[in-house]
């Protein structure tokens, strides 16, 4: 597959431009001409590109990439090592942010809810339909303890459970992949009985504690793995494309 054609069909598939963001979404360094095989990873790191690099892999595709809001334009020290390895092995790397959040099949909010048996999921933002966040609801209704122990398992963390006062069973929750704690008051405001996420904030406590929900932080990479693997094993069923997952693991 040519580049320029695997880029046409990411933007056709994730729609970058319907969302504003932090960085720079698509094609972020240009690489080789034609696309065989790929290597997915939450990160563009230096590990990463490292993997690629032994994978003889023609692209890398990742939710963090690179060109964030902000940041310094200088290309040196880390960034220069990152995208010299990248540019001397011919290498082009995609990187797709928000838009792969909140992709409706193939996002880490729409594979968390995948994961966790999640129904009814709508905006958290109401009439919001490209909310970063999301809510919905489980069939039965759990304890916090056991909801928290069901995160552990499957996402192979151990996650930040900060308990409602109330300790009220969860029926319904709200969620939102990587750094999305912020939205914890909006959830709480439209009574949700939980939130997760993968970061937490200090005010998160007080905030969980004075509007009685339950909270928990299960880890920003953690929560961010699966769309981005989803990603590419849609792409290697598509378009027949060999692709490699490369989870490096990273505790926050």
């Known amino acids: 597959m040519r580049t320029n054609e695997l880029e046409h069909y990411l933007t056709e598939l994730l729609k970058p431009q319907q969302i504003k963001d932090f960085t720079t979404n698509g094609l972020q360094v240009q690489g080789c001409e034609t696309i065989n095989k790929v290597v997915t990873g939450v990160t563009a790191s230096k590990a ?14 990742v939710h963090h990439g690179y060109f964030w809001k902000n940041e310094s334009y200088a290309i040196r020290g ?53 909310s970063v966040a999301m809510q919905g609801c489980f069939k ?17 963390r ?4 900060i308990a409602a006062p109330s300790d009220k ?15 914890i008051e909006l959830a709480a405001e439209q009574g949700i009985d939980a939130f997760l996420t993968g ?7 007080h905030i969980a504690h004075e509007m009685d929900i339950h ?6 990479h953690a929560t961010e793995r699966y769309g981005i693997k989803a990603l590419g094993e849609h792409l290697a069923e598509k378009h027949g494309l ?3 997952f490369v989870d490096i693991d990273n505790p926050v």
């Open 48 to 61: 990463l590109i490292e993997r690629a690099i032994s994978e003889k892999a023609d692209a890398i595709l």
């Open 78 to 130: 880390m960034k220069h090592d990152r995208i010299k390895a990248l540019l001397v092995n011919d290498i082009n790397l995609f990187a797709y942010h928000l838009p792969l959040d909140i992709h409706p099949t193939l996002g880490n909010n729409a594979q968390l809810a995948k994961l966790f048996n999640i129904e009814a999921v709508e905006p958290l933002e109401l009439g919001n339909p490209l």
């Open 140 to 156: 039965q209704a759990c304890s916090g303890e056991e909801f928290s122990q069901l995160i552990n398992n499957t996402l192979e």
């Open 158 to 161: 151990e996650c930040l459970h």
């Open 169 to 183: 069973p969860i029926k319904t929750i709200a969620w939102c992949s990587g750094g999305g704690q912020g939205y």
């Open 199 to 205: 970061e937490v904030s200090e005010q998160t406590t």
């Open 215 to 220: 909270f928990f932080a299960a880890g920003h």
């Open 242 to 244: 060999e692709v490699v």
